[in-house]
């Protein structure tokens, strides 16, 4: 690296820092993590998991940033607490109150950086190095990331169609509890999972919160696409089966609002919240965008806006399921999801992921080769695609080039590569 200084400063009589010396330095485990999500480049990105650009509710958002400015400057632009805007707290529990019968308020609840923050946030105030956590097999990557980086132990649990399979998960925590390491975590994504799709039944939800209640294991459960529902609401929540007992419910509204926001929450116990807060070092998130939010959902233009992009998924993830039958069917087979962003494909045996998926990059396609989402292997065989992003003709264009990208595969015998792609968000 050359020098900061420019022509007024004279360079100081230190010598420069080497990329050698920065790496000796690192905290080992920046070394062992697998790398994080890198934004595709390719004309079509079915890799990332993301809202629809086009209709992001930027003008409703503006108004909303300038009504609050205009009434309280000096709230919305200095520091507001660790645990967030309280009104916004209040304005969440009262919506979870709704969906899960039960008394919630402002002090359940703390707002974090996005759901991603919130699940470092607790596996920073639970999670000590050793310590176990189940994670689905299938899970979404950041969830192995920041697990890891806080240095758990991860024991994956396998998924099928309906999600995180109930037996494997009660031998699991037995033979944990066997070995003197009983787990202390599960994460579970309940509702259209990312990257399966899938979604837990409600007899599931229910034998879930028995086991982990059996075996005084909290858990996590990540509901970053509750709200994305194409087929109406989905079943009970986990956090309401279980009466909030050893529940951290997570939120955001990157999905249904914007990535952007970074606005997200955890939905716990006081006292849990209470140490979450504690966890916190970065003087809590922005008062303003808090503030903004709140305004833009008392306007009544959430409501609008969700219902608008309910209609807008749909079609897309139909327009999508029905290409990939007409074009890819000999290759693969899926399950269509009741919501979220994804369709989780299953290769014919034999076919790599990681090979459909590099011949699918030279046409121009982006999609996630499955084993990304495996902590202890897997996911050979499967793809990820997201339809959420793109508009029904260039889905349509996408899925016809990844249709080619399988053949051409299929006819070299699908060989197994040895190089991946990166994990999809
Ligand atoms: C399951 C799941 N949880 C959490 C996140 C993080 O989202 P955010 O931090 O934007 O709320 C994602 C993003 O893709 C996700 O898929």
Redesign the pocket.
Known sequence: MRSYAGPHVSTPPVPEWSAAEIERLLAPVVRELMPPTALSTLPYDLNA?VPDRETLPWRELAAAATRVLEADPGGALTYGGAQGYEPLRAWIAARQAQETGLALDAAHITLT?????A?DNIAATFVAPGDVVVVGAPT?P??LRTFRARGARLVAVPQDDDGLQMAPLAAALERQRASGAPAKLIYV?ANYD?PSGSTLPLRRREELARIAARHRALVVE?D??TGIDLEGPPPPSLFGVAGGQGMLR?G?F?KTIA?GL?V?WVVASPAMIERLVYMRFDNGSSPLLHRMVLAYLQSGAHERHVAMLRDLYRERRDAAAAALVEQCEPYLTFRKPAGGFFHWLRLRDGLDAVAVARAAAQRGVAVTPGRNYFAAGGGEGNLRLVYSALPVARLQEAIALLGAALAEVASDGGERAVDGGTGG?
Do not use: E, F, Q
Not at 113 to 117: D, E, L, R, Y
């Open positions: 998991g950086s996005g759901s991603a923050h699940i979404y950041g969830a994504i990312n990540d970053a696409y997570i955001t990157s990535t970074r997200g968000a």
